[in-house]
């Protein structure tokens, strides 16, 4: 009986490698997932360097890692602490014609996405962006 048991699982962890093998050979040297953001709703760091002071920047991480490091003159806006930082975002950070870029740690990181939609959606705020690569992104490009 253990001996078909253990064929059993042989056979069906063989079957879930086919279609990882396959992505594997498919994507072979890219990504092969897709940022939930869409394209509009992304900028790149030298894109939103280039709008100069028209932008408020977003730190999306938790507060450790913000205490730590952040982007000059980003302001601390997460899910953990979103109800009480919300209310004083929009009434005193927060002003219109202004972008606001959103970031986290990474590309792969979606904590940005999840602010910059709460942003549009429940704060109702226009121009929310997403910063491509994230905080990694501008430590390597830092000036």
Known sequence: MKLSAFKQALILFLLAEVPAIGEAVYFRGQVSWHSRAGESHMVSLS????????????DAR??????????????????????????????TVWAPGKKTIVYC??????????????????????????????????LKNKK
């Open 62 to 91: 938790p507060d450790d890692q913000f205490a730590a490091d952040h982007i000059p003159g980003a302001v601390s806006l997460n899910e953990d602490h979103w109800n009480d930082q919300i209310q004083p975002f929009v009434q």
């Open 47 to 58: 894109t939103a360097q280039s709008w100069g002071d028209n932008v408020i920047w977003v």
């Open 105 to 138: 740690g990474s590309e792969s990181c979606n904590l940005a996405l999840d602010v910059a939609e709460r942003l549009r959606k429940d704060a109702n705020l226009p121009d929310v962006y997403v910063l491509s690569g994230g905080w990694e992104e501008w």
